[in-house]
């Protein structure tokens, strides 16, 4: 019981930790995205990932977000 109310107090406090890391994350990606040597294929998928945490952010979604932005992230290499 004291696990589960452990688990309960961290998914709590994960959710507004994730909403501050996504701008900071966005603004990685663009700050990269002026330097980054990438294929047109690379570089459109690049950017709807970043669109699509952008949007995922607004929306609330932070986990989707954050998970958009890592993938976008690991195709520039940052």
Do not use: Y
């Not at 589960?4 to 990606?29: E, K, M, R, V």
């Not at 995922?56 to 290499?77: F, R, T, W, Y």
Request: glycine fraction near 6%.
């Amino acid at each position: 019981m004291k696990t589960l109310i452990t688990a309960g107090f961290f998914a709590i406090l994960a959710g507004p930790a994730l909403a501050f890391q996504c701008p900071s994350d966005i603004a990685a990606i663009d700050a990269a995205l002026e330097t980054a040597s990438l294929s047109e294929e690379q570089l459109a998928r690049v950017n709807e990932l970043r669109m699509t945490g952008e949007t995922e952010h607004a929306a609330g979604n932070h986990q989707a977000s954050v998970d958009a932005l890592a993938e976008a992230k690991a195709l520039l290499g940052i």
